[in-house]
Structure formats: structure tokens, C-alpha cells
């Protein structure tokens, strides 16, 4: 099954989300030669091929839901490709087979001269709003690196709430429950985002 974000842009004030396409790629790849990004997302390093085979098989697996963020000021200009102007993903993994209301949510910034700015905290409440009106999500979490204390800080004050924290992998888990007051302020600090087609 194709996702349904497939074709879908969400304009921000900050940035715009578009569906991770073959396009993004080579950028993408160039990213995750980064040690810091590597060890902030505990990923390993891939070739080019395996990244476009992973892009391949995230495009069509219907667990997952995967945008690019873009700086919304230099794409809208349209004087840049996508790749140019891109900053960094966010992705929702649909993994809990007993749990369908549940997403679990990653953003990643991956342009150093983006992070603190907003971006990640725009895309991430993009994200969250999307799975909860368009995938009918009423539980996230976020599994962040211990060492991570910036992404914490940010989900905390988009309301997540620490609920684990494994010392064998390192990391936290929070997660936010989406209450109708949740609902309404998520849908308010998104008020603004235009849905388009790519």
C-alpha cells in the first residue's frame, strides 16, 4: 500500500513538509556520513544504493510516514530545488500491531545552522497534527539518546511526559497522550499549515 502522505506538501510558517522521494536522497545520504547524526539517530552508515533502497522501501511500507523538512522561505521563492533547501525528517512509525492509535515520532535536524531556530519544533507539531487528523493517532512517543538533552527539552515542552528510560540503549522514551485539551491545542499551533500537493 502506497502512503497516504505520498503526494501531500504541509506548508509551515518555517518549514514545509514534502514525502521523501529518490530526489532526496544523495542529500540525505551526504547527512548521514555525519558521526554526530549518526550517533544522535543510533544509526549505521549506508551507501548511496542502500539509501535509495531504503527510500524505496519506506515510500511503500504502510507502517511508516516520512516527510522531508524544507526551509519553507527558500523553497516558496521556488529558486531552489527541494534539495537545497532541505534541513532535515520526520518520520512516524505506525509499529504497535495491538495499539493503531499509537505513533511513535523521530525529527531530525540535520543542517547545524537550523537547529535552535524552531524548525524542529514546527515539523514535529506539523507531523503531530497530520497523525492525529489524517491517521487517527491519539498516543505519541519519542525515544530520544540520553546525551540528546536538546530534543528532550523539546518534546517536554510540547507536552510529553518521560515515561522510561533504558540504560542498555541509552535512551528515554516520553510520550504524549492526546486528550481533547491536547487535541484542541495541537490543532490551534498548527492552525496555520496548509495542506497541498506535491
Not at 545520504?29 to 519506506?58: F, G, I, N, V
Not at 527541494?82 to 495499539?99: H, I, K, P, S, Y
Not at 515515561?163 to 485539551?181: G, I, M, N, P, Y
Amino acid at each position: 500500500a502506497m502512503k497516504m502522505n505520498q503526494n501531500t506538501v504541509l506548508q509551515g510558517k518555517r518549514v514545509t513538509l514534502v514525502p521523501y522521494t529518490s530526489a532526496h536522497v544523495p542529500r540525505y545520504h551526504e547527512w548521514m556520513q555525519s558521526e554526530e547524526l549518526q550517533r544522535l539517530t543510533a544509526s549505521e552508515p549506508l551507501s548511496l544504493e542502500q539509501e535509495y533502497e531504503m527510500q524505496r522501501s519506506w515510500r511503500d511500507d504502510a507502517d511508516k510516514c516520512t516527510f522531508i523538512v524544507l526551509d519553507a522561505e527558500r523553497w516558496c521563492g521556488q529558486a531552489c530545488a527541494d534539495r537545497d533547501c532541505m534541513v532535515g525528517d520526520v518520520n512516524l512509525f505506525l509499529t504497535d500491531a495491538e495499539d493503531p492509535t499509537l505513533g511513535e515520532i523521530e525529527i531530525m535536524i540535520a543542517e547545524p545552522g537550523y537547529r535552535g531556530r524552531g524548525f524542529g519544533k514546527e515539523a514535529t507539531l506539523m507531523m503531530m497534527s497530520y497523525g492525529v487528523r489524517k491517521l487517527g493517532l491519539t498516543k505519541f512517543e519519542a525515544k530520544i539518546g540520553q546525551e540528546n538533552e536538546t530534543s528532550i527539552c523539546m518534546f517536554k515542552k510540547l507536552h510529553f511526559k518521560e515515561v522510561a528510560a533504558s540504560s542498555v540503549f541509552q535512551e528515554v522514551t516520553l510520550r504524549l497522550d492526546v486528550s481533547d485539551q491536547e487535541r484542541r491545542w495541537l490543532l490551534e499551533q498548527t492552525n496555520h499549515v496548509e495542506e497541498k500537493s506535491y
